[in-house]
């Protein structure tokens, strides 16, 4: 079955700075990988998505890269602000099958 | 107002008793997941289910039973067998056909606890 791994466990940024997450999937059949968002006591939340056919995503401050051929995808947050604190996880699939999602990253955002 | 419900919100049980979670969506989709969240090891697939009457196990499902009798609802029973279910279960559904987005709708989750 389908293993995500996710680099780091935590990440310090200050504020404005960029913020990357790094993820690496192990079945070459997945071909959509999301990326959540949980703030404290919340549920996760999408914030940003992309599918194999397509390199790169942007939306504003935030934008995923996807390299099929290494199984491995980032997400990229610049401009840094408070309300980007939270954990955020990767996540792969394959069609409509089930959702593997990596072990998440805790960013903190010190202002 | 649509969205998914889970509930209770929390949950106390003794141990050797069986509990069922409960998920209902009004979303009209197809797909609905339970995942288990322990601090530092993400989300974890317990069960999901792509159509009513059907079902998957997913990574985690030792000691958990699902049923899809309606495709509004999901419930999960953690058994005894479970050897440690203290943890935050999360309910999700999607998409599964048409107009496929991909992303998955949370419920607000259910904190078990055995004592």
């Known amino acids: 079955g389908e293993n995500v791994e996710q680099h780091p466990s935590t990440l310090s940024v200050q504020e404005g700075d960029s913020a990357v997450i790094k993820c690496t999937y192990s079945?070459?059949?997945?071909?959509?990988f999301p990326w959540y968002k949980q703030e404290l006591g919340k549920r996760p939340q999408l914030i940003i998505d992309?599918?194999?056919?397509?390199g790169e995503k942007k939306d504003q401050r935030i934008a995923v890269t996807l390299n099929k051929t290494a199984k491995h995808f980032s997400l990229h947050i610049t401009e840094t602000q408070p309300e980007d604190s939270a954990v955020y996880f990767c996540?792969?699939?394959?069609?409509?099958?089930?959702?593997?999602f990596g072990t998440g990253t805790k960013l903190q955002v010190i202002p | 107002d649509g969205g998914i419900t889970q509930s209770p919100k929390y949950l106390f049980r003794k141990e050797g008793q069986n509990v069922t979670l409960s998920c209902e969506q009004n979303?009209?989709?197809?797909?609905m997941y339970w995942y288990r969240q322990d601090p530092g090891q993400g989300l974890r697939l317990i069960y999901y289910?792509?159509?009513?009457?059907?079902?998957q196990k997913g990574d985690i499902a030792e000691g958990y039973r699902v049923s899809r009798e309606k495709k509004e609802s999901f419930p999960l029973t953690v058994t005894s067998a479970q050897k440690n279910p203290t943890a935050f279960y999360l309910c999700?559904?999607?998409?599964?056909?048409?107009?496929?987005?991909?992303?998955?709708?949370f419920g607000e989750g259910s904190r078990l606890t055995v004592l």
């Open positions: 999700a559904s999607r998409e599964s056909s048409g107009a496929y987005t991909g992303e998955l709708f």
């Open positions: 079945d070459s059949a997945s071909n959509y």
């Open positions: 992309i599918r194999s056919n397509v």
């Open positions: 996540a792969a699939s394959e069609g409509y099958q089930k959702v593997t």
């Open positions: 979303l009209n989709h197809d797909a």
């Open positions: 289910s792509q159509i009513v009457n059907d079902f």
